[in-house]
């Protein structure tokens, strides 16, 4: 039991480490929730800071769901429920982070990197529905949101012998993505949603300000 607990504690200390925050602060940004989204994850990163931190911050992202996930699953043995627990700690410290006053990002990159622990191939398909879905609508918040909502049928297709704890576990991931997203299908609807390409809304205004000659 103590390992257990030990195990979805540490994952979800883990997971709230905030990553794109730090990579931004260190690009001088002196804390990136107050510009585009709001949001740590790296599809703000690139919009506010640019590409090489936001892949950073993204592999980081993922490094951060994987790694928990395969050491609780092939080294500590933690009991099934506890396992699929762990792994959803992870994305929910992401989200949640307790470094930040129990806020954070979105979950998506996190979430990938569980879905490449727990299998690769389901991790791979969805990461391709992202891709394909981001080329073509360039919406990185609607490509998440559909790549999340697929990952739960695309486990239960390669995985139907697995464990039902993990299942679950998907597809709580995929829901809490959909539900982090709320912000985002607002703007989607309304049609003010950012695509790849534009600049923080926030920081391009004061980038404008600082061009501008003084007066006087």
């Known amino acids: 039991m103590l390992i257990n607990v030990a195990a979805l504690v540490g994952c979800f200390l883990v997971g709230g480490i905030p990553v794109g925050l730090l990579i931004a602060r260190a690009c001088g940004i002196d804390d990136i929730r107050k510009y585009g989204s709001g949001n740590i994850g790296a599809s703000n990163v690139l919009r ?3 590409a090489r931190p936001a892949l950073v911050v993204w592999l980081v992202d993922i490094a951060k769901g994987a790694l928990p996930t395969l050491v609780v699953g092939t080294l500590l ?3 099934a429920w506890w396992y699929a627990g762990a792994a959803f700690a992870i994305v929910l410290g992401h989200c949640f982070s ?3 006053g129990f806020s954070g990002g979105r979950g998506v990159a996190t979430s990938l990197g569980v879905l490449l622990a ?3 191939r389901v991790g791979t398909l969805a990461l391709s529905i992202w891709i394909i879905l981001t080329f073509v609508t360039r919406y990185i918040s609607l490509s998440s949101i ?3 909502l697929s990952a739960t049928p695309l486990y239960w297709f390669f995985d139907r012998a697995a ?3 993990l299942l679950v576990c998907v597809l709580a991931m995929g829901l ?3 539900v982090r997203h709320t912000p985002n299908i607002g703007r989607l609807l309304s049609g003010t949603e950012t695509r ?3 600049k923080a809304k926030e920081l391009q205004e004061e980038t404008e300000d600082e061009q501008q000659p003084d007066e006087g």
Request: hydrophobic residues 60%.
């Open 48 to 50: 506010t800071v640019g």
């Open 118 to 120: 727990l299998d690769w």
């Open 176 to 178: 809490l993505i959909v």
């Open 98 to 100: 307790p470094y930040l």
């Open 77 to 79: 043995h933690v009991a």
């Open 196 to 198: 790849i390409g534009q």
């Open 163 to 165: 464990n039902i704890e």
């Open 146 to 148: 559909l790549a999340a």
